[in-house]
């Protein structure tokens, strides 16, 4: 079993920034990829960021510029810093993870969310 755990989340302006957390504890062998997704009301899950091994990232052209990945190899942790924040940026935001369990098996994990609201 792995779980992840997200933090950070919170109300801010317009133009400010927040940082999200996630923390991967439980039987973890290695981390393949780790990543953000956002889910604004009556929108699909869509992917905001994924970091993996080597240290390559993609992020969606919506945030391309204001956000940055970061990942923490020896506690096992992922960060999101979100800068120059827009309203269209509010919606609940998951850490994911793809993680080695064993020598042939791998897990998927999804934190339970952590809610970003950006006010106009």
């Known amino acids: 079993q792995v779980q992840l755990v997200e933090s950070g989340g919170g109300l801010v302006q317009a133009g400010g920034s927040l940082r999200l957390s996630c923390a991967a504890s439980?039987?973890?062998?290695?981390?393949?990829?780790m990543g953000w997704y956002r889910q604004a009301p009556g929108k699909q899950r869509e992917l905001v960021a994924t970091?993996?091994?080597?240290?390559?990232?993609t992020y969606a052209d919506s945030v391309k510029g204001r956000f940055t990945i970061s990942r923490d190899n020896a506690k096992n942790t992922v960060d999101l810093q979100m800068n120059s924040l827009k309203p269209e940026d509010t919606a609940v935001y998951y850490c994911?993870?793809?993680?080695?369990?064993?020598?042939?098996?791998?897990?998927?994990?999804w934190g339970q969310g952590t809610q970003v609201t950006v006010s106009s």
């Open positions: 970091i993996t091994s080597p240290e390559n990232t």
């Open positions: 439980g039987n973890i062998l290695s981390i393949n990829a």
């Open positions: 994911n993870g793809l993680f080695s369990v064993s020598q042939f098996g791998r897990r998927l994990a």
